[in-house]
């Protein structure tokens, strides 16, 4: 899914340079993933409960069962030695400081390795209940070393983060919307400059090789009845695109972002929630001003240093920049991109990995992350109901 195509053209001289070190490559675009990638919701209705009368006291409720131990989960784990023990409550201590919970009570009823095995679900439940994007816990042993790692994941809910830029060309060109679509010029701004989303025109980026591919495929179809149109929503994609970005790429719109938002006098409801994203875009960027939504992304490696392309969706495969949401090109855009996805088994996710092992640990989290990708559900939302608007005056 990461592979640049080699033989571009249409080179944009304002193309930036990615910032990340990593190689790069549903409605208005954020739309859920099809295929095995996607996260399921099971049914919670279950069958009608059939039993026969009985005067049997329900012993079972009462009593308290240990955790199940896990042999896979201790086979590192030294089960005479005790200073193994040691280190790891040391480290479950430091792990409580940090994330200001109650820590394990430890009991002399149980002894290891159950002790250990009670403190990781209790630790667990906590970490669960007071941490919003918790997502594991496991404890490593490295050399005569034991702790417990901690991870944090932004849930990104298997969707696609793409961003149609052809409705705010239109806006653009729209009289009433002029000073609205500069509002959202320094909002596609900041995503562009700050937030580092990729852009589907910039030669290395996933939907750049996507739209060539299928370009090449037009070319070479035989069925001509309707080639011309297919090649004519192609070339709109490209024209527009490049317009688009030679616009955004001018700093100028962060520079005079706080002016517009002061001068703004919304006419109606969607000027006013086209004002509200604008503040919020710019409440981000003054608080996070050189943060990268790829800046926490979890590693696409493991833990025998193998790169996993064939395994995990990289970021930037899944929130971008791109043409439009409607017409046939778009529609053929999202199919072959779902068909990719569904051969993967992971998706690379914002996560903070936390290591108890004694060393200071940094105060961290994905508020950043969670704020950006609301903003981009309601960035999209905001682009459909623009469009329901014009399809009105029509």
């Not at 209940?129 to 496991?138: A, G, M, T």
């Not at 004002?275 to 833990?303: G, H, V």
Request: proline letters at 4%; charged letters at 30%; aromatic letters at 14%.
């Amino acid at each position: 899914m990461n592979n640049a195509k080699t033989d571009h053209f249409g080179n944009n001289k304002n193309s930036r340079q990615r910032k990340r070190n990593q190689p790069a490559p549903q409605d208005c675009g954020v739309r859920p993933m099809d295929g095995k990638t996607k996260r399921r919701t099971g049914n919670f209705q279950g069958q009608k409960e059939v039993r026969t009368d009985s005067h049997v006291a329900n012993g079972l409720l009462n009593c308290t069962f240990l955790p199940k131990f896990r042999q896979t989960e201790m086979n590192q784990v030294n089960e005479t030695s005790a200073k193994l023990e040691s280190d790891f409550f040391r480290s479950l201590s430091r792990l409580a400081e940090h994330y200001k919970i109650e820590p394990f009570a430890k009991s002399d009823n149980y002894k290891f390795p159950y002790n250990i095995n009670l403190a990781i679900s209790d630790i667990k439940g906590k970490l669960k209940k007071n941490v919003l994007n918790f997502h594991s816990l496991r404890f490593k042993k490295e050399n005569d070393k034991f702790y417990v790692v901690s991870e944090e994941r932004c849930d990104t809910g298997a969707t696609l983060f793409y961003i149609p830029v052809i409705p705010l060309f239109r806006m653009i060109n729209d009289k009433k919307r002029k000073k609205t679509a500069h509002l959202l010029l320094s909002v596609f701004s900041y995503l562009y400059h700050i937030a580092d989303i990729p852009y589907y025109r910039q030669e290395g980026s996933y939907l750049y090789y996507e739209y060539e591919m299928l370009k090449d495929w037009i070319m070479d179809d035989p069925y001509e009845d309707e080639e011309d149109n297919r090649v004519s929503e192609i070339e709109i994609a490209e024209w527009v695109g490049d317009k688009i970005e030679q616009k955004i790429y001018n700093r100028e719109n962060l520079t005079f972002f706080d002016q517009r938002i002061a001068r703004f006098d919304p006419k109606d409801d969607f000027d006013t929630n086209c004002l509200i994203l604008a503040q919020k875009t710019l409440a981000i960027y003054r608080e996070y001003p050189d943060a990268s939504i790829f800046r926490n992304a979890s590693s696409m490696f493991d833990e025998d240093e193998e790169y996993l392309e064939d395994q995990i969706i990289p970021m930037e495969k899944y929130i971008s920049f791109y043409a439009d949401n409607k017409g046939w090109l778009a529609e053929t855009v999202f199919e072959s991109v779902n068909n990719q996805f569904q051969e993967y088994s992971e998706t690379q996710e914002p996560a903070l990995i936390q290591c108890f092992d004694g060393q200071k640990n940094e105060s961290k989290d994905l508020a950043f992350e969670e704020r950006l990708f609301d903003l981009l559900h309601d960035l999209t939302d905001l682009i459909y109901d623009y469009r329901q608007l014009s399809d009105e005056k029509q």
